[in-house]
């Protein structure tokens, strides 16, 4: 069965320092990954999506993630946070199934 | 163009209820999925509509259950409802779904439920 780990269950970083959210996953092919986010009291919005190529994909925001077969990691970075980046971040698979999440990273903000 | 819109927001039912909640999908979506988020289980995938038929459940108990209507609208109902189903619960759109399609979904601000 097809899961996804995000090891980090809260990260904290300064404002204007650089993130980077952990993902792996497992599965017997290469899935299609997303990266998500949610801030309190709302839905879930589309950061960034893979489904083949360029293994560097550039989202919204300024996020960006690197697919690497090899560790069946799907990492979100970003080279500068900002204070409204606080929120949970969802890494999601799926290959002819339904979407699966990770079970999400609470990032916090200081100044 | 509009979002995927669900109502209500909130809803506060007692054990024992039914509930219904309602889903509209972005316009020219066909594919509604919904999934249950819970800080415990996290994102759970409940079920997917497609062309009103279901094409996909998740496990959960047959106490849930959803349809989708021919405009796309979906609603889902649980019944006999237990503290354990309070929950946000989260409705997504896409253009075909699962298995034909790999655009993403979108998803709606979600519905509240809280069961007392």
């Known amino acids: 069965a097809q899961s996804v780990t995000q090891p980090d269950i809260h990260i904290t970083v300064s404002e204007g320092a650089s993130l980077e959210l952990r993902c792996n996953y497992s599965?017997?092919?290469?899935?299609?990954l997303f990266w998500y986010v949610q801030s309190p009291g709302q839905g879930l919005q589309l950061l960034l999506k893979y489904f083949s190529g360029d293994t560097l994909v550039q989202g919204i925001k300024g996020f960006e993630a690197e697919f690497k077969r090899s560790q069946s990691s799907f990492n979100l970075r970003k080279p500068s946070v900002h204070w409204s980046d606080a929120a949970e971040y969802f890494c999601a698979i799926r290959r002819n199934t339904p979407l699966v999440f990770g079970k999400g990273t609470r990032l916090s903000v200081i100044a | 163009k509009a979002g995927v819109t669900q109502t209500p927001r909130y809803l506060i039912k007692t054990r024992g209820q039914q509930v219904t909640l309602s889903c509209s999908p972005i316009s020219g979506h066909r594919s509604v999925s919904w999934y249950q988020q819970t800080p415990g289980q996290g994102l759970q995938f409940l079920f997917e509509?497609?062309?009103?038929?279901?094409?996909n459940k998740g496990n959960f108990p047959g106490r849930f259950s959803g349809r989708q209507f021919s405009n796309s609208r979906s609603e889902m109902n649980v019944s006999t409802l237990e503290l354990g189903d309070s929950a946000l619960y989260l409705c997504a759109s896409s253009l075909e779904g699962t298995g034909t399609d790999n655009s993403p979904l979108h998803f709606g601000n979600g519905t509240r439920l809280t069961v007392t």
């Open positions: 599965y017997g092919a290469t899935p299609y």
């Open positions: 509509y497609f062309s009103e038929t279901q094409r």
